[in-house]
């Protein structure tokens, strides 16, 4: 639990007189009364390590005594009989080091004494319509009892403007899970090379691939996505029913979830081990299109600068297959090539496949790279039959529809550059 307190620390320092308010993830409903298994909401992991439902986080760093407090369900014997053990209110405080612990039905009773010394509330809306509303109420309260009182919360801001840059730089002890699932997802990622075949079925390499997460105590980081022949044409493609053709492009984009940090990888290959020449043709395209975009990947550069590098490697090669026609500035400007390209190059990646953070930071200024963050890398190009293509751009042949190629990487920014963390899967013909 240091780690986790080091990082309340870190956030506490940051908000000053405030108080910073965060809410576990609800439970969702599979069918009926059958829910999906919970998983910690990820602002809340981080911070707490607390792993259960019906939870509620309040730092206060101006309180004398309370600086980390922890709402939790009570024990009871009959409930976790059902459901399982619960820590209680006395863990909370022993094992997740909170100052002070209630029942979690005493939020609305004992919320205020964290609130009516703090300047300004910090909480982040949109994930749970019913609790925004118990904190929009807890701050009206706190304005009417401001002019008799004069302390109390007169603003509210979005806690995660503070915390996300805490978590966008990866520490150690992170970057040590996250190269855990990048190992499973590896190992994974080439056995579904060695299985792939005419005949099978998506879900059989599915099946597999996930079964070495969870034989590792991994799990699926998002429905793991394996497209055969046109269905690579669908960026979030997850039936994963087709049965594999000789000749079929077989994209795979899978990654692993272990103790909650996730790695992402997609690779692209010919089912049987040889392309066509139009499917080699593509493929080549978009691994340059990495390989140029990855170049850009560097403490200091502009976020933007990967992707501008992507798309200008796949217009330049698009233009030269006759795919695209007109002046190369133009078509960029205008996005042209969005028919063959339609995604952004990458996302930041940690407790979330989509981590959060800025990417902008104003409306013409991009975020600067910093060692210790990871993020994706991952071009394609899609040319799906029911492709349109842009105005004045020529029809497609058909001897290039139904090709769909990925290539997607996680990268870590390091000091003297980065490292591919997902080198291990190949990906050169």
């Known amino acids: 639990m240091e780690q986790h307190r080091q990082r309340r620390e870190k956030l506490m320092s940051k908000i000053g007189s405030g108080t910073a308010i965060f809410r576990s993830a609800p439970t969702a409903v599979m069918h009926n009364d059958v829910e999906y298994n919970f998983r910690q909401d990820s602002d809340f992991f981080y911070l707490t390590g607390f792993d259960e439902p019906e939870a509620v986080a309040v730092l206060a760093p101006h309180h004398e005594e309370h600086q980390f407090v922890l709402f939790v369900r009570p024990k009871d014997l009959a409930k976790e009989t059902w459901s399982g053990l619960r820590s209680g209110v006395d863990l909370a405080k022993e094992k997740y080091g909170a100052d002070e612990a209630y029942p979690i039905n005493e939020l609305d009773e004992k919320l205020p004494l964290y609130l009516n010394k703090a300047d300004r509330i910090y909480y982040h809306f949109g994930r749970d319509r019913g609790f925004d509303a118990k904190i929009l109420a807890h701050w009206q309260r706190q304005l009417k009892q401001y002019p008799k009182r004069g302390t109390g919360p007169i603003a509210i801001e979005d806690a995660n403007m503070l915390l996300w840059p805490l978590?966008?730089?990866?520490?150690?002890?992170?970057?040590?899970?996250?190269?855990?699932?990048?190992?499973?997802?590896?190992?994974?990622?080439?056995?579904?090379?060695?299985?792939?075949?005419?005949?099978r079925y998506e879900y059989e390499i599915q099946a597999e691939m996930e079964r070495i997460f969870r034989l590792n105590g991994g799990s699926p980081a998002y429905p793991s996505i394996v497209a055969s022949g046109e269905n690579a044409c669908i960026l979030h493609y997850v039936e994963n029913t087709r049965q594999m053709q000789a000749g079929d492009l077989l994209l795979i984009d899978a990654g692993c979830c272990y103790n909650y940090y996730n790695s992402d990888i997609t690779r692209t290959f010919a089912v049987g081990g040889q392309m066509s020449a139009e499917q080699k043709t593509i493929y080549e395209i978009v691994l340059e299109a990495q390989k140029q975009a990855i170049a850009q990947v560097k403490s200091g550069n502009a976020y933007n600068l990967n992707h501008d590098a992507a798309v200008r490697t796949i217009v330049e090669g698009l233009m030269d297959l006759g795919l695209l026609q007109g002046d190369i500035e133009e078509i960029i400007k205008e996005e042209k090539y969005k028919p063959f390209y339609m995604h952004r190059t990458g996302h930041w990646l940690g407790l979330?496949?989509?981590?959060?953070?800025?990417?902008?930071?104003?409306?013409?200024?991009?975020?600067?790279?910093?060692?210790?963050?990871?993020?994706?890398?991952?071009?394609?190009?899609?040319?799906?039959?029911?492709?349109?293509?842009?105005?004045?751009?020529?029809?497609?042949?058909?001897?290039?529809?139904?090709?769909?190629?990925?290539?997607?990487?996680?990268?870590?920014?390091?000091?003297?550059?980065?490292?591919?963390?997902?080198?291990?899967?190949?990906?050169?013909?």
């Open 167 to 199: 978590r966008s730089i990866k520490e150690p002890e992170e970057l040590n899970l996250m190269r855990r699932a990048v190992e499973l997802a590896v190992e994974a990622h080439n056995l579904a090379r060695e299985m792939a075949a005419p005949g």
């Open 352 to 429: 979330d496949v989509h981590d959060p953070g800025p990417y902008k930071i104003a409306e013409d200024s991009w975020h600067i790279l910093q060692p210790g963050q990871v993020l994706t890398i991952e071009p394609g190009i899609y040319i799906s039959p029911h492709l349109k293509p842009a105005e004045d751009q020529p029809e497609i042949p058909d001897r290039w529809q139904g090709i769909g190629v990925r290539i997607e990487d996680d990268v870590l920014v390091t000091v003297e550059g980065c490292e591919v963390l997902t080198a291990g899967v190949p990906k050169e013909l």
